[in-house]
Nanobody, 115 residues
Framework: VQLVESGGGLVQPGGSLRLSCAAS????????MTWARQAPGKEREWVATIGSTDAYTNYPDSVKGRFTISRDNAKNTVYLQMNSLKPEDTAQYYC?????????WGQGTQVTVSS
């Protein structure tokens, strides 16, 4: 099982980034996918979730209207489009796959929002 995040980097406030998470080793289309983030000295926090199809999505208030999660089951990939980025969005971003008790995490990709 592997989840590989990519697309992180340094961006100015107000800018955009699109993160990708490529999955392998399990039946991706059966799993709900989540993006989470962790800033230094803080707990990991949920950022976005999408159901096994893209009929269900959910976001916390802190990113609602700025972030969009999507998935391509044909490519075994989940995306996080991040717009209007703020310095407080700076964190390591992780993707998670979940199907009942089966949970997998990726290694993360760093997003830094700074001028």
């Amino acid at each position: 099982v592997q989840l590989v995040e990519s697309g992180g980097g340094l961006v100015q406030p107000g800018g955009s980034l699109r993160l990708s998470c490529a999955a392998s080793g399990f039946t991706f289309s059966n799993y709900a996918m989540t993006w989470a983030r962790q800033a230094p000295g803080k707990e990991r926090e949920w950022v976005a979730t999408i159901g096994s199809t893209d009929a269900y999505t959910n976001y916390p208030d802190s990113v609602k209207g700025r972030f969009t999660i999507s998935r391509d089951n044909a490519k075994n990939t989940v995306y996080l489009q991040m717009n209007s980025l703020k310095p407080e969005d700076t964190a390591q971003y992780y993707c998670k796959a979940r199907n009942g008790p089966a949970i997998y995490w990726g290694q993360g990709t760093q997003v830094t929002v700074s001028s």
